[in-house]
């Protein structure tokens, strides 16, 4: 029997975390978004507006999900991607299966993570930015020096997400195809 524990965490950083992401950043952009996040972290809030609020970040976190398909599995990795005959043949035997799912939860899930933060994450802090600059408009030299130095940050942080994407997909390439060939 699977570790349901194991599975519902790769799910919840899968889909749910990126979603939240997604959803916070697009609060700087749409004031009915505002209003939910506002409402949420208020004592207004109830448990109908809890699950509401994870149903509209699983939607955002699927979105997000099909975008870093393309980005990562079809456009980055797609020399390293498994082929139908590789799904096929895992299929072929139950603890080649049992194996691959383990694989799924402990690579591919973070792999979904990194990827879809990567994508989610700069909707965040373009808003954020947006919302500083306009609210301190004209800026200051001191503004424009904290905004320089936290894009740097930023760009780094972005690149190591990026990167961990990359190798946590190729992980689970490499993984996979050696429960294949066992």
Same mark, same amino acid.
């Given at each position: 029997?699977?570790?349901?524990?194991?599975?519902?965490?790769?799910?919840?950083?899968?889909?749910?975390?990126?979603?939240?992401?997604?959803?916070?950043?697009? %609060?700087?952009?749409?004031?009915?978004?505002?209003?939910?996040?506002?409402?949420?972290?208020?004592?207004?809030?109830?448990?109908?507006?809890?699950?509401?609020?994870?149903?509209?970040? +699983?939607?955002?976190? *699927?979105?997000?999900?099909?975008? %870093?398909?393309? @980005?990562?599995?079809?456009?980055?990795?797609?020399?390293? %991607?498994?082929?139908?005959?590789?799904?096929?043949?895992?299929?072929?035997?139950?603890?080649?299966?049992?194996?691959?799912?383990?694989?799924?939860?402990?690579?591919?899930?973070?792999?979904?993570?990194?990827?879809?933060?990567? +994508?989610?994450?700069?909707?965040?802090?373009?808003?954020?930015?947006?919302?500083?600059?306009?609210?301190?408009?004209?800026?200051?030299?001191? +503004?424009?020096?904290?905004?320089?130095?936290?894009?740097? +940050?930023? *760009?780094?942080?972005? @690149?190591?997400?990026?990167?961990?994407?990359?190798?946590?997909?190729?992980?689970?390439?490499? %993984?996979?195809?050696? @429960?294949?060939?066992?």
């Amino acid at each position: 029997m699977r570790d349901i524990t194991t599975t519902l965490f790769g799910l919840f950083i899968a889909y749910l975390v990126p979603g939240v992401s997604g959803l916070y950043g697009l %609060r700087y952009f749409s004031t009915a978004i505002q209003n939910l996040f506002d409402t949420f972290f208020s004592v207004k809030t109830n448990v109908g507006l809890f699950f509401w609020a994870i149903i509209v970040a +699983l939607i955002v976190g *699927l979105i997000v999900n099909s975008l %870093r398909l393309l @980005i990562f599995e079809k456009w980055r990795c797609k020399s390293e %991607r498994l082929t139908e005959e590789d799904i096929a043949e895992i299929d072929k035997q139950e603890t080649k299966l049992k194996a691959f799912q383990v694989v799924i939860d402990e690579n591919f899930r973070y792999h979904q993570c990194y990827g879809n933060l990567f +994508l989610t994450l700069p909707i965040c802090i373009v808003g954020w930015t947006y919302t500083s600059v306009k609210s301190s408009w004209p800026p200051d030299g001191n +503004l424009i020096l904290k905004a320089v130095l936290l894009w740097l +940050l930023i *760009l780094t942080i972005e @690149i190591a997400i990026y990167r961990s994407a990359i190798e946590g997909y190729l992980r689970f390439v490499r %993984r996979t195809k050696s @429960i294949m060939g066992s």
